[in-house]
């Protein structure tokens, strides 16, 4: 229990200085790779995150085409630099996982029956990894879509909540995932109000439950904002020139 | 029946537009009475219709479109074409070939061969077929002179301009021939490579400031100035 008390001190300050209800500094920007039909780099306190969209194009090999709809297909890989043990760079069972999951919050944005027998691809790269990236790489993901142009619904942003020392917090980081007592993402469309992923690992109580859903998606919110801005700031500066 | 936007105002995918009675128009789709934008780019309403002039998008065939495409591929009894879509177009030889076509005699390649350039119409396209495209009109076939730019094909309206004004002055002041594929991909045939070069920076231009207000006077301007030095430059020689 010792060790638990660290994590948030007795004026409800944690470990980075963050208090319970509040995120880490959020930096994104949109365009930043020129091979990419549409990328986007997130910088969500101390995760560094590139995402890149192709499509929608022929989908290689072509077994995996669907007749009626469009396939979206997500790789989410770490960097072997990215954490401070070296990660062998062949994709592990979290990664396969993760691929998924990213790949399913995402899904319910797009319409997939407007354009049959294609396929998008997104590629995740997490350079520099700090407690959850699948949120960050979810958003980053949601970014480099809007800019190949693929139509979207809304799109999409994840952020986590958590129990940190019996206190439900917003947006955990490293040691607060690895010694907390529950983790919460969560991906919402926030102009649909439709959540697209949501999982937690841990146990809460119903209430607790609740609050760390509302938590994370008051989380998301904020992001939503940024996002909106750093895919509006890459057409902005056009536009600005002329003035 | 609220509208929640300026004209010409900056959207996300996502943002709600307008309520009530309104229709979807372009990169726009709606959901219980609400109507959202599907791409980004700047909204406009057209009395009821409410359009979003994406600023990222592809191009998706269409028939009757022109498009300037790259051959992939010589086949067994025509070609793939690439032509910027999400799918891949197929000319048969049937039509390049004004006569039956026969696999023994006929060398497909000696025709059009991979990477050569072609100016074609599509044909037929459906959500079960890839596009097919035809090159039986006067005007298509392959391209043999000129350079070729890409820009957005959203931008392929505003290059053409209200009633094709914006094109047809670029034409006139350069006199060179400028193709429109409607996927992007414009081909420019002048009679010296400065001319060409006139031309391609003006459609540059256009692409870059194409949501902008005033751009044909600005764009009449840097084609008069270019002229002006070239001029100059001759009268140096």
């Known amino acids: 229990m010792n060790e638990k008390e660290k994590l948030i001190d007795k004026k409800g300050v944690r470990l980075d200085g963050r208090k319970a209800d509040e995120l880490r500094p959020v930096k994104l920007q949109v365009g930043v790779l020129s091979n990419a039909d549409g990328s986007a780099y997130i910088e969500h306190g101390k995760n560094k995150i590139l995402a890149a969209a192709?499509?929608?194009?022929?989908?290689?090999?072509?077994?995996?085409?669907?007749?009626?709809?469009?396939?979206?297909?997500?790789?989410?890989?770490?960097?072997?630099?990215?954490?401070?043990?070296?990660?062998?760079?062949?994709?592990?069972?979290?990664?396969?996982?993760?691929?998924?999951?990213?790949?399913?919050?995402?899904?319910?944005?797009?319409?997939?029956e407007l354009y049959p027998r294609t396929g998008v691809d997104v590629f995740v790269e997490v350079l520099q990894a700090d407690g959850g990236t699948r949120c960050a790489s979810i958003t980053a993901a949601a970014l480099a879509i809007a800019?190949?142009?693929?139509?979207?619904?809304?799109?999409?942003?994840?952020?986590?909540?958590?129990?940190?020392?019996?206190?439900?917090?917003?947006?955990?980081?490293?040691?607060?995932?690895?010694?907390?007592?529950?983790?919460?993402?969560?991906?919402?469309?926030?102009?649909?109000?439709?959540?697209?992923?949501?999982?937690?690992?841990?146990?809460?109580?119903?209430?607790e439950f609740e609050r760390a859903v509302n938590m994370a998606m008051d989380g998301c919110k904020k992001i939503y904002a940024l996002q909106k801005e750093a895919l509006k700031t890459k057409y902005m500066v056009v536009k600005e020139v002329e003035e | 029946m609220p509208i929640f936007f300026e004209k010409k105002q900056l959207v996300t995918p996502g943002e709600l537009l307008a309520e009530g009675d309104y229709l979807p128009g372009e990169n726009t789709y709606a959901e219980a009475g609400k109507i959202y934008a599907l791409r980004i780019g700047l909204v406009d309403s057209d009395n009821k219709k409410i359009n979003v002039v994406a600023l990222r998008?592809?191009?998706?065939?269409?028939?009757?479109?022109?498009?300037?495409?790259?051959?992939?591929?010589?086949?067994?009894?025509?070609?793939?074409?690439?032509?910027?879509?999400?799918?891949?177009?197929?000319?048969?030889?049937?039509?390049?070939?004004?006569?039956?076509?026969?696999?023994?005699?006929?060398?497909?390649?000696?025709?059009?061969?991979?990477?050569?350039?072609?100016?074609?119409?599509?044909?037929?396209?459906?959500?079960?077929?890839?596009?097919?495209?035809?090159?039986?009109?006067?005007?298509?076939?392959?391209?043999?002179?000129?350079?070729?730019?890409?820009?957005?094909?959203?931008?392929?309206?505003?290059?053409?301009?209200?009633?094709?004004?914006?094109?047809?002055?670029?034409?006139?002041?350069?006199?060179?021939?400028?193709?429109?594929?409607?996927?992007?991909?414009?081909?420019?045939?002048?009679?010296?490579?400065?001319?060409?070069?006139?031309?391609?920076?003006?459609?540059?231009?256009?692409?870059a400031e194409s949501h902008t207000s005033g751009l044909t006077d600005r764009i009449t301007q840097l084609l008069k100035e270019k002229k002006q030095v070239k001029v100059e430059e001759n009268k140096v020689e």
């Open chain 1, 54 to 112: 192709f499509g929608p194009r022929e989908m290689h090999p072509k077994h995996l085409a669907q007749p009626d709809r469009m396939v979206l297909r997500c790789r989410y890989h770490m960097a072997p630099f990215s954490v401070q043990e070296r990660k062998s760079p062949a994709p592990s069972r979290r990664e396969v996982e993760l691929s998924k999951v990213i790949k399913e919050s995402l899904e319910p944005a797009l319409f997939l």
């Open chain 1, 147 to 207: 800019d190949a142009g693929v139509p979207m619904k809304d799109l999409v942003v994840a952020c986590a909540a958590g129990k940190v020392d019996d206190t439900v917090v917003v947006d955990l980081f490293d040691a607060e995932d690895k010694l907390g007592t529950a983790d919460v993402p969560v991906a919402y469309m926030p102009n649909l109000n439709a959540v697209t992923l949501l999982q937690m690992d841990g146990i809460l109580t119903p209430d």
């Open chain 2, 57 to 207: 998008a592809f191009y998706m065939p269409k028939t009757g479109d022109i498009v300037i495409g790259t051959v992939v591929e010589v086949g067994f009894n025509g070609w793939t074409v690439d032509i910027k879509a999400p799918y891949t177009a197929i000319l048969r030889a049937s039509d390049v070939l004004s006569r039956p076509f026969k696999p023994q005699n006929d060398e497909l390649s000696a025709v059009l061969n991979t990477g050569d350039l072609i100016v074609a119409k599509i044909a037929s396209y459906d959500r079960a077929h890839d596009p097919q495209l035809t090159v039986g009109e006067p005007g298509l076939g392959k391209i043999t002179r000129g350079q070729i730019l890409h820009v957005t094909p959203t931008k392929i309206p505003r290059v053409i301009g209200r009633k094709g004004s914006m094109i047809s002055m670029i034409k006139q002041e350069t006199n060179c021939q400028i193709i429109l594929g409607l996927n992007g991909v414009i081909l420019v045939t002048g009679k010296t490579l400065e001319e060409e070069e006139i031309a391609i920076e003006a459609i540059k231009k256009i692409e």
